[in-house]
């Protein structure tokens, strides 16, 4: 999967809750996550900085592949208009991105507002620090994974689960294509129910089985052994949002 906005360096991600900086310690958000990151990039003047979004800032739609669309304009149109049907005229203020999963793939939309892009930029102008990327979540923890960790989730169907407070996003892969894409709000039991939550998705994506095999991207430890029913694989959020 190609990146959405460009790349690299010190790494930083933007969350609603705190900020994950490269080789430092996270930085709890008081009132506003970017009063808190304009305070974090007061520090890096003249550095180089990428931006990990937490995906609680995007909103992702899978899009089928279509052989009838030629230009990355006519998949960008595409998409828009797929957003504007699901979510009405506030997506008229929505950047939109896409990213190829596979060649003849589905396009995965990414879609952040318009505001905070803008926003995010000014406070690294204002701070004098060089931007070189702002990439969600999703895609930048699908990229970086591990070969083992790819192995094991192109190798048949796969659950990627990537954890945020309060909320889960969940992509669903068969044989390494990307089949959806959904976000759903969770408490703290997410862990001990997530067989259920598994099988709710299975069910509304008709699959004839539910799929077992699971990567879990988590903000703690998770614990591998907890289901025995599923294969499951842990992965840290940090290491994933700063690689």
């Known amino acids: 999967m190609s990146l959405l906005w460009p790349s690299k360096q010190t790494r930083l991600c933007l969350c609603p809750d ?17 009063e808190t990151f304009s305070s974090v990039l007061a520090a890096m003047k003249e550095q180089r900085v990428s931006i990990v979004l937490a995906d609680s800032f995007v909103r992702y739609l899978l899009i089928s592949w279509n052989a009838a669309l030629k230009t990355s304009d006519q998949w960008l149109a595409l998409a828009r208009h797929r957003y504007s049907t699901v979510y009405g005229a506030q997506a ?63 190798g048949g169907s796969c659950w990627l689960v990537i954890e945020e407070p309060g909320r889960l996003t969940l992509a669903y892969l068969h044989k390494g294509a990307w089949v959806a894409v959904r976000s759903r709000r969770v408490d703290g039991r997410w862990r001990t129910l997530l067989p259920e939550i ?18 879990v991207c988590a903000q703690d ?23």
């Open 18 to 34: 705190r900020i994950l900086v490269s080789g430092g310690k996270p930085i709890a958000v008081e009132k506003d996550p970017l």
């Open 92 to 154: 008229a203020e929505w950047e939109v991105k896409l990213a190829a999963t596979a060649p003849h793939g589905a396009r995965l939309a990414c879609a952040i507002e318009r505001s905070l892009v803008a926003a995010i930029a000014e406070r690294c102008v204002a701070a004098r620090v060089d931007l070189l990327s702002v990439e969600p979540f999703l895609v930048a923890a699908f990229n970086r994974m591990t070969s083992s960790l790819r192995d094991a989730m192109g």
């Open 198 to 215: 598994i099988e709710r998705e299975s069910a509304c994506l008709a699959l004839a089985e539910t799929c077992t095999r699971v990567v």
């Open 221 to 243: 430890a998770f614990d591998t052994q907890m289901h025995e029913a599923f294969r499951t694989h842990a992965v840290s959020y940090k290491e994933l949002a700063l690689a």
